[in-house]
């Protein structure tokens, strides 16, 4: 295989990494934003349950405290159960460290492309490196959350990538991009 055919191919696979990376940030980024509406929601329902008991105990002649108080309660108690149902916090974790790993695979490939840039690999060498971060991707993509198409559309934005369309395929343009210029592809 020639070394123009071994770029191309870790330069692809590079791209998506990169991108899978991103995809699993914007997933981890969401959860923890709906995390933060969750406690907000939470801190204001106790509050108003705490302030409910407090002028139920100052004014007991008026019923209408007790019934608001208790209807608060109850609100609180099904919000923690939709909380514990849906545990956003662990999803946000979860995401999150999807993405440091996609990350620790992502930093491994400029070294690879650089090598077979340079040649500096025997084939065998080049083929088993490959096929060690091909069996890594492939792993962390088996054990990693389940991501929404607003995560890809994040992703995509903040990467600067144009079109609402999947690619498949990533532009030498786009991989430049990622890359540092020593490794830009010269088409």
Request: charged letters at 20%.
């Amino acid at each position: 295989m020639s070394n123009k055919i071994q770029l191309a191919t870790l330069r692809q696979n590079f791209a998506q990494c990169v991108f899978t990376h991103q995809v699993q940030e914007a997933a981890a980024n969401r959860n923890f934003k709906t995390s933060d509406k969750y406690s907000k929601i939470n801190i204001g329902l106790v509050a108003g349950v705490l302030v409910m008991l407090v002028l139920q105990s100052v004014y007991q002649d008026a019923g209408w405290y007790t019934a608001l108080g208790s209807g608060l309660a109850i609100g609180e108690i099904l919000f923690l159960i939709v909380q514990q149902t849906f545990n956003v916090d662990q999803k946000a974790v979860l995401h999150k460290n999807a993405a440091l790993q996609y990350m620790t695979l992502r930093d491994q490939y400029p070294s690879l492309i650089s090598d077979v840039s340079s040649g500096l690999l025997a084939a065998d060498e080049y083929k088993s490196r490959r096929d060690h971060l091909s069996t890594q991707y492939e792993v962390v993509s088996k054990l990693s959350p389940q991501t929404d198409y607003t995560d890809y559309l994040r992703a995509q934005k903040s990467l600067g990538l144009t079109g609402d369309d999947e690619q498949y395929t990533w532009s030498d343009t786009e991989i430049n991009r990622f890359l540092p210029k020593e490794l830009h592809s010269n088409k």
